[in-house]
T-cell receptor, first 116, second 114 residues
Framework: KNQVEQSPQSLIILEGKNCTLQ??????????LRWYKQDTGRGPVSLTI?????NTKSNGRYTATLDADTKQSSLHITASQLSDSASYIC???????????????FGAGTQVVVTP | KAGVTQTPRYLIKTRGQQVTLSCSPI?????VSWYQQTPGQGLQFLFE???????NKGNFPGRFSGRQFSNSRSEMNVSTLELGDSALYLC?????????????FGQGTRLTVV
């Protein structure tokens, strides 16, 4: 079972509107959570990184929240633009003796389509 | 500062052939990791290299292998290609490994096996 679940799987929003994406995880012990934006056919680009002590982080019109107690995170997109059309991937890192890519858990992503 | 460079961007191969993909990390970064991305599976971790040593490996068959050179450039090789190997292959670099450090992805290599 995937330790990082994202919802919804996809959503369509009108340009200018706001939307919120959800990420629930069971990864433990928790180290950090990242949100990536991936345009079709391109590599993911990091939006935010949050550790357990941070509960909000913003990057322009993107605001991520983290509740480490309930193991939930959300990514809020404000005043959406056509360029926000992309897949948004939640990635959770487990704390361990070594920091290694193998300890990452990836969500399946939420596909966002912004229409004029 | 140049980003992560992956070559080639697109590749078409026939079943049974082998393929080598290349990844040049950001200058100064010593960690390079590889991922396979398919519509059905999302991002799947292949392996990570740090200072020429494989530090971690995902659950892929032995047909998938990689290496890292002294200049941190990395190559990934897939032998005896299967149709299911068609995917976007991404590499990412960071200064010391994932942890809390920033990680940067390349544009990917789109491999199509026919």
């Amino acid at each position: 079972k995937n330790q990082v679940e994202q919802s919804p799987q996809s959503l369509i929003i009108l340009e200018g509107k706001n939307c919120t994406l959800q990420c629930n995880y069971t990864v433990s012990p928790f180290s950090n959570l990242r949100w990536y934006k991936q345009d079709t056919g391109r590599g993911p680009v990091s939006l935010t990184i949050m550790t357990f002590s941070e509960n909000t982080k913003s990057n322009g019109r993107y605001t991520a929240t983290l509740d480490a107690d309930t193991k939930q995170s959300s990514l809020h997109i404000t005043a959406s633009q056509l360029s926000d059309s992309a897949s948004y991937i939640c990635v959770v890192s487990a704390r361990g003796t070594t920091d290694s890519w193998g300890k990452l858990q990836f969500g399946a992503g939420t596909q966002v389509v912004v229409t004029p | 500062k140049a980003g992560v460079t992956q070559t080639p961007r697109y590749l078409i191969k026939t079943r049974g052939q082998q393929v080598t993909l290349s990844c040049s990390p950001i200058s100064g970064h010593r960690s390079v990791s590889w991922y396979q991305q398919t519509p059905g599976q999302g991002l799947q971790f292949l392996f990570e290299y740090f200072s020429e040593t494989q530090r971690n490996k995902g659950n892929f068959p032995g047909r998938f292998s990689g290496r890292q050179f002294s200049n941190s450039r990395s190559e990934m090789n897939v032998s005896t290609l299967e149709l299911g190997d068609s995917a976007l292959y991404l590499c990412a670099s960071s200064s010391s490994g994932f942890g809390n450090t920033e990680a940067f992805f390349g544009q990917g290599t789109r491999l199509t096996v026919v």
